[in-house]
């Protein structure tokens, strides 16, 4: 009679161990968390290296996550912040709330050099304005888009990273000319959501001929749903490079599971997973290389990209610019 209640008690016990696993919370934006999403696979990537558990926790699109931190100050239950860019860069080491991760960064394959001892990369992807196949006189720069009827769909650059990369783009691209631009592209926007999922839906119900995402959006279509009629509108003024990355907060209570999955960030069990579920490039490119498909996408002649200073020096009048003309 002592085995069933000595099994009883082993019951009893597994749950409590696993209560007892250290927690490393992760915020990061809707997208990395849903289930198509990069999130789960990492996560059961993750788990089988640390002896912890590794708790997303979705905040919103990107630059929605900084917003969160900064409202919650030292008292934030983060351990990491995944999902923000070089355009919040400098922004986010001004709140003081994020350390230093200790690591040495590993070859990457970006397009740009990386030295950031607060940030790490995890992926990479250009800016573009995607369109179905069938679509009438193409507009090849954001004069041409201005000046035709196209219908766009965009992000808020208050609480979205593709938002914002716009305001970047087209800041890099004409410089004390955006606001005419702006002014421009004011009748073509149809709506403004608050993130990338909201936006890239309503261009697929076809509320849009065109919707702000990335020249790898294409991939998805034609990997996943073998589809070839969604393309990457390509502006001959080039496009704006987002690299999206992730770094510890200095209140954590967890700063070597935090460090050890940064490390991980940059090795195949995660970079891997990044092609075919966050869609864009991976920071370091994976044992196997990039899935079949990645080869046909687009690539832009020219990359514009303002360091995390510069961006930080033009956002307030890049989104005064924006405002102004959208509330015309």
Known sequence: MRYPILAAGLMAVTPAFAEDLPVLTVYTYDSFVADWGPGPAIETAFEATCACDLQFVAAGDGAALLGRVRLEGARSDADVVLGLDTNLIAAAVDTGLFARHGLETPALDMPVDWSNDTFLPYDWGYFAFVHNAGLEDVPTDFKALGDSETSIVIQDPRSSTPGLGLLMWVKAAYGDEASAIWDALADNVVTVTPGWSEAYGLFLEGEADMVLSYTTSPAYHLIAEKDASKKAAVFSEGHYLQVEVAGKLASSDQHDLADAFLGFM???????????????????????????????????????????????????????????????
Request: no cysteine; charged share 15%; hydrophobic share 45%.
């Open 266 to 328: 940059l090795t195949d069990g995660f970079q891997a997973v990044i092609p075919t579920t966050n869609w864009m490039y991976p920071a370091v490119t994976p044992t196997g290389g990039l899935p079949d498909g990645f080869d046909t996408l687009v690539l832009p002649d020219r990359a514009l990209l303002l360091s995390p200073q510069a961006a930080s020096e033009v956002r307030d009048s890049a989104l005064d610019e924006w405002l102004t003309a959208l509330s015309r």
